[in-house]
């Protein structure tokens, strides 16, 4: 459960790396566990993005690929409220500005290995 710490999704910053973490029961990472997403740098706007198309997983930083893994498991049934920028538990929370977010359901944007050219304006409803 969410009390543990544990949530369905977490992004992390250790030092200069951002990372991707993910539970399907809420006690364990089991999903991913500190799968790189990319190094940043204080003051630098980022387009990140965390994908899964079928059991592969993607995480991307300025459109190129950071990890990829495989993972059948669904992501963990959360009570608590979604919750951007700050550790579910408290006390670690993001000291950065964060843009538009979006997370779609049943589509995955980024599915190829390697790099894309990320968005510069916002995506449109309905796309």
Not at 13 to 37: E, R
Not at 47 to 76: E, I, K
């Amino acid at each position: 459960d969410e009390a543990s710490g544990y949530t369905p999704f977490n992004i992390y910053q250790n030092g200069a790396t951002l990372f991707f973490y993910s539970s399907s029961a809420g006690v364990s990472w089991d999903i991913a566990n500190a799968k790189t997403i990319g190094t940043v740098a204080i003051g630098t706007w980022y387009h990140w993005a965390v994908t899964r198309s079928g059991t592969t997983f993607r995480t991307y930083l300025g459109g190129v690929q950071g990890s990829t893994w495989t993972n059948s498991s669904r992501l963990m049934d959360g009570s608590r409220p979604l919750s951007i920028g700050d550790y579910q538990a408290g006390g670690q929370g993001f000291n950065g500005n964060i843009g538009p977010t979006r997370i779609t359901k049943g589509v995955a944007l980024y599915t190829g290995a390697g790099s894309f050219t990320p968005p510069s304006l916002p995506f449109p409803i309905g796309s």
